[in-house]
């Protein structure tokens, strides 16, 4: 239960314009086009399969109406779920529904109400002011087009995985051919393509270079230049292959004065029958020390880290920022944007980490319209700790703690990874 | 502390009848003969010699009152432990103990008391009752006689770890043997065997399928039914062999429809010279990772998973039934059934997982006599979570609020295993 | 926030002198020569270069002042941190500091305020006076000096981390020949080396053995002494010859009758470009399960264990103190030793350990004038606890919380150690 103290802290914080380190918006179709766009976000098929929802009744061939009836059906199993409550704000905020819950009943009339809202020719617009968005980063593969979107408001980023872990795949070779006009046959081919890519993600305003990595990644640089340039030259990938990419693009970022955000521990298709980007967990087993080499090696590059697995993890990072100048601890990703797992995250980061250093939070986010209630979750996690281990036992006054805040939600953001272009 | 709002709930929650969806009651002898069937409890022996009691104090061949006395003269060291509480409940509601600790000095009175409450005619019914218990799941050998009990009140479960780890003890075949008419000596032979045993327990109203499980544990089908035939017919134990029959038993429960429940992380015997049942500890480098292959390979198979780790292993527990709609939490289990772990553990599931899947809580009880005091700490403390996460901050009103506990403490465990037949 | 309740259990503890059972103390400079000795704490050091201060800032051959105010400067990036709150005591309670808050602006007058009082005659006493220090444990190579400072209060330990790790180091050889007259080059050398520095140290009024080890050691007998006393005559490190080291500590504890304190779960030089202390980190893939062998062999010894990951090794750390009689959760270590992790470790070792076994805090002081905010954190810590936990839920009164907690602040600590000669 939040104090009067952390409410006002929290009014304080709804009024600073968010400057989103990381999503996955469309800058093409940044907004939903109806309900089934935010219904369809992976966290509520996941939880409504999960409920009991065949897999079936969401298939991207059922009509779209039917589609949110199903999952809505399984809302009430998921009432206590975070991913609830930012879709009832949503309904509440931007669709104007007045109920307090969200049920298979109210499928119907949600559906309309979004289908008007979202067929607004100014919608975009609307969810940007209403959400009082500065700026929020995308998540671009190497080929993705770069123009024809304001780059201040949707700022690119590039996300790596598929060079790391798919160059054996001929799809990504295509796409890398017709990207760089190189191969992925060797280590200086690749080299060459790269540069290609960061000159013209740069010039594009990028400002991040960002990839997600399995819990057992080590990243080192080759013993073996030759075994690397034979397993690109067969097409075949392996553990060095993937670590000497990574170091390839550290070098990039370190040329081109790119933050890398890494993104740790996450195991795709454990459940493959699962819905769609509903299928990769994790495993707990894992430690930053397998960074330690790369932290080393690259002081001058800035290393905004995610981690999966909240607790021991998390106190890693927190331990490897306040030892290490260039790493930083960055949002709280996925399962463990939770509350139950953000708060003490979050405790043991302002307790040991210096403040010029804290990213925050970012929103992961798919379409514009769960931002804001992602934020606003977040917010009021950051005003509750800092009314209650700071402010109420006085090591910091009100004044002092909105500073700490706005650092910690806007400013160290916008000065680690720049204003955008 | 809790608030009004937070005991209201709790009131509301010790009205529920308990449905214990795993207890080591003996259906034959289900409550206390004496204080001393309770103080044997291995919470209390192994924590008083911890504290610094010789084992030689309660070996078997003391006297039942000598052993009272040697336990509760270690009590004031245990009195800020979970397991103390829960006597001082029993002392004062089942035996009208009048005082607020319990000392050696209470020893003789107390020792009295129990004998006198213990030897009514009507004790268990009279437990039973002031318990409001509506069943417990019982954990039986595969040779267990499930015949002589009321099994709507305990309910028959298989528990597997001596067909899966010790096919290749001598006392196991001869105990299967009796029970099975078949030999341990081949995968086949077991097959047979296993098909008479379930049809046994499912006919006696069996309702689950257990077992408990080391950290390092990795079930997956035998790349090699030689290997494990040799290994039968040897007499030898192997990882690969234990692996093969955990498989075979999951086939078994998705033919006979029973839920397989995983309790994951023991290792056994890491203390040898320890008090009876106080001997196993545990290796928090643990994860469900191990189990994906079991998990996907058994969609129709409904796995309620308990952990021996809080935090990231729980954290795991959490994502996995978030994803997989047959992977169900259950419980607390041993080390982590204290409020300290309880309560994080708790406030990540009710933030993640669909809350038709959460199986709140069971007793682990030797006697009938611990399963109040240990339903009401986890009501409490259910009571506490949903006050101060759902209704205080206005997510769910307190009917829902009410309706949420009660399916966590009773409805989904009916649902998932079963009534009583 | 703090109840009244817990301010009141918080002036008690005040009240009561320090038994601090681990620090880096000088016996020979206790205490600051100037403020200089004290923003050199590694703490301050680390913290602010991680925040951006380059090194050279801080170098040895900085002039102090310079130095103070380089470290000063980046403060106000740390007035969230742990170590920030307890400068900031510092300088109120023992410079007469009147801000609340910490500059660079301040770092001039608060340089020759420290320079005043640090260089009266009476300062370390007036520092031990007021921080109502009754003992605090030093950390001792094996050639300390032992003699020339006050042994009832300043303890001698033996730290032993050089004899295990650094066997094959020239330097460590020629110092163990001038305190021992013996080599290192066999085992049976290294016996007769320890058994002269044991009685030493014992005949001085020694209370501990204490080690730190990094996370995968695992302490064991050796398979083969011939292939330790090779690698002594050869001068090389090998984990076998480390194990059998560290085994022959045990024994000599056994001998000697004194605690063996194990720090576990330091990976050393992490961050080699780091300031000096500020380049070890951890990996949090570390179990206790390693130190099952050592403790069943040893039951004579006492083990206060310390423990540098939170959560899931703090929970090991709970769960072998409940089962082993000879393992002791001991303090908040380095990492964990903020108030986001003692929180939850302290109430987990509440819930589940016998209470003469908790072994509360201990500074790991580098100068005493830290000792008081450290306690202080921990203290405010444990009163809160004390009456969340216990007494508000009326689990005991007020009587017995203080009880309790003399025993964990002090009263354990002296009669696990002995109180000093």
């Given at each position: 239960?939040?104090?009067?103290?952390?409410?006002?802290?929290?009014?304080?914080?709804?009024?600073?314009?968010?400057f989103d380190t990381h999503s996955?918006?469309?800058?093409?179709?940044?907004?939903?086009?109806?309900?089934?766009?935010?219904?369809?976000?992976?966290?509520?098929?996941?939880?409504?399969?999960?409920?009991?929802?065949?897999?079936?009744?969401?298939?991207?061939?059922?009509?779209?109406?039917?589609?949110?009836?199903?999952?809505?059906?399984?809302?009430?199993?998921?009432?206590?779920?975070?991913?609830?409550?930012?879709?009832?704000?949503?309904?509440?905020?931007?669709?104007?529904?007045?109920?307090?819950?969200?049920?298979?009943?109210?499928?119907?009339?949600?559906?309309?109400?979004?289908?008007?809202?979202?067929?607004?020719?100014?919608?975009?617009?609307?969810?940007?002011?209403?959400?009082?968005?500065?700026?929020?980063f995308?998540?671009?593969?190497?080929?993705?087009?770069?123009?024809?979107?304001?780059?201040?408001?949707?700022?690119?980023c590039?996300?790596?995985?598929?060079?790391?872990?798919?160059?054996?795949?001929?799809?990504?070779?295509?796409?890398?051919?017709?990207?760089?006009?190189?191969?992925?046959?060797?280590?200086?081919?690749?080299?060459?393509?790269?540069?290609?890519?960061?000159?013209?993600?740069?010039?594009?305003?990028?400002r991040a270079?960002a990839i997600s990595?399995?819990?057992?990644?080590?990243?080192?640089?080759?013993?073996?230049?030759?075994?690397?340039?034979?397993?690109?030259?067969?097409?075949?990938?392996?553990?060095?292959?993937?670590?000497?990419?990574?170091?390839?693009?550290?070098?990039?970022?370190?040329?081109?004065?790119?933050p890398f955000d890494l993104m740790i521990g996450?195991?795709?298709?454990?459940?493959?029958?699962?819905?769609?980007?509903?299928?990769?967990?994790?495993?707990?087993?894992?430690?930053l020390?397998?960074?330690?080499?790369?932290?080393?090696?690259?002081?001058?590059?800035t290393f905004p880290v995610s981690v999966l697995?909240?607790?021991?993890?998390n106190?890693?990072l927190v331990?490897y920022s306040?030892?290490?100048?260039n790493v930083l601890p960055h949002g709280h990703w996925w399962?463990s944007n939770?509350?139950?797992?953000i708060?003490?995250d979050l405790?043991?980061r302002?307790?040991?980490v210096?403040?010029?250093k804290l990213l925050g939070y970012y929103s992961d986010?798919?379409?514009?319209?769960?931002?804001?209630?992602?934020?606003?979750?977040y917010?009021?996690?950051?005003?509750?700790?800092?009314?209650?281990?700071?402010?109420?036992?006085?090591?910091?006054?009100?004044?002092?703690?909105?500073?700490?805040?706005?650092?910690i939600l806007?400013?160290n953001g916008?000065?680690v990874f720049?204003?955008?272009?």
């Amino acid at each position: 239960m939040s104090s009067e103290l952390a409410n006002e802290l929290f009014e304080q914080f709804r009024a600073i314009p968010i400057f989103d380190t990381h999503s996955h918006i469309d800058p093409f179709a940044p907004t939903a086009k109806s309900l089934d766009d935010l219904l369809n976000y992976h966290y509520f098929t996941e939880l409504a399969h999960s409920a009991g929802l065949p897999i079936a009744a969401i298939a991207t061939d059922v009509d779209p109406r039917e589609r949110c009836r199903a999952i809505l059906s399984q809302f009430a199993y998921l009432e206590n779920t975070s991913a609830y409550s930012w879709m009832l704000e949503i309904a509440r905020k931007q669709f104007g529904f007045a109920g307090d819950t969200l049920r298979d009943s109210d499928a119907d009339s949600l559906f309309d109400a979004a289908a008007t809202r979202c067929s607004r020719p100014d919608w975009t617009d609307e969810v940007v002011r209403n959400t009082n968005l500065e700026c929020v980063f995308l998540t671009n593969s190497f080929d993705d087009r770069l123009t024809g979107f304001d780059s201040r408001l949707f700022v690119p980023c590039l996300r790596t995985d598929d060079l790391v872990f798919h160059s054996h795949m001929a799809q990504t070779r295509t796409r890398w051919q017709s990207a760089t006009g190189t191969s992925m046959e060797s280590i200086s081919d690749i080299r060459a393509g790269l540069r290609v890519i960061f000159e013209r993600f740069v010039a594009a305003g990028a400002r991040a270079c960002a990839i997600s990595l399995p819990p057992g990644f080590r990243p080192e640089p080759a013993n073996s230049f030759a075994h690397c340039d034979r397993a690109l030259l067969a097409g075949q990938s392996s553990p060095e292959l993937s670590a000497q990419l990574f170091w390839l693009l550290a070098e990039h970022c370190r040329e081109f004065c790119l933050p890398f955000d890494l993104m740790i521990g996450v195991n795709r298709q454990v459940y493959p029958a699962g819905v769609f980007q509903g299928q990769d967990l994790f495993d707990c087993r894992c430690s930053l020390i397998e960074y330690a080499q790369l932290f080393n090696a690259f002081p001058e590059v800035t290393f905004p880290v995610s981690v999966l697995t909240s607790g021991p993890v998390n106190q890693e990072l927190v331990s490897y920022s306040w030892i290490f100048p260039n790493v930083l601890p960055h949002g709280h990703w996925w399962y463990s944007n939770v509350p139950a797992y953000i708060e003490p995250d979050l405790r043991a980061r302002l307790g040991g980490v210096p403040n010029n250093k804290l990213l925050g939070y970012y929103s992961d986010a798919y379409k514009l319209e769960f931002i804001l209630p992602k934020y606003n979750m977040y917010r009021r996690l950051l005003a509750d700790t800092l009314a209650r281990d700071f402010v109420e036992p006085r090591r910091l006054n009100v004044e002092r703690a909105l500073g700490l805040g706005r650092a910690i939600l806007r400013g160290n953001g916008e000065r680690v990874f720049g204003r955008p272009a």
